[in-house]
């Protein structure tokens, strides 16, 4: 099982690096994106309770989920395997990668 490393807020803080396309401002606010390494990948994406696509919809080169600067919960989900769940908290023009396993049920 995955252990996300957090910070001092509890927040899983990733290993980032700059994301130079991350929007400053705009009518939705800043942004920040996450990358999900995690198999399988076709496992559905939960964020604050949203489906927002699948694993293989955020794991490519120049794919990522994007999402409003703030603290979020992902959750992974898929027939078979016990649920992946874990906060994050997206920083500006961030991009931010989650690597997993998730695990089968017996």
């Known amino acids: 099982t995955a252990v996300p490393p957090t910070d001092e807020s509890g927040f899983y803080s990733g290993t980032g690096g700059g994301y130079a396309g991350g929007r400053d401002s705009g009518p939705a606010g800043p942004t920040g994106g996450v990358k999900l390494k995690v198999k399988p990948a076709d496992a559905e994406v939960h964020v604050d309770g949203a489906?927002?696509?699948?694993?293989?919809?955020?794991?490519g080169p120049f794919q990522r989920l994007e999402l409003p600067v703030g603290a979020h919960r992902i959750?992974?989900?898929a027939p078979g395997y016990q649920s992946l769940s874990f906060e994050i908290k997206v920083e500006p023009r961030d991009t931010v990668t989650y690597r997993g396993e998730m695990v089968r049920i017996r």
Do not use: P
């Not at 489906?51 to 794991?59: A, K, L, P, Q, Y």
């Open 51 to 59: 489906m927002m696509g699948t694993v293989g919809d955020f794991n």
């Open 75 to 77: 959750e992974i989900r």
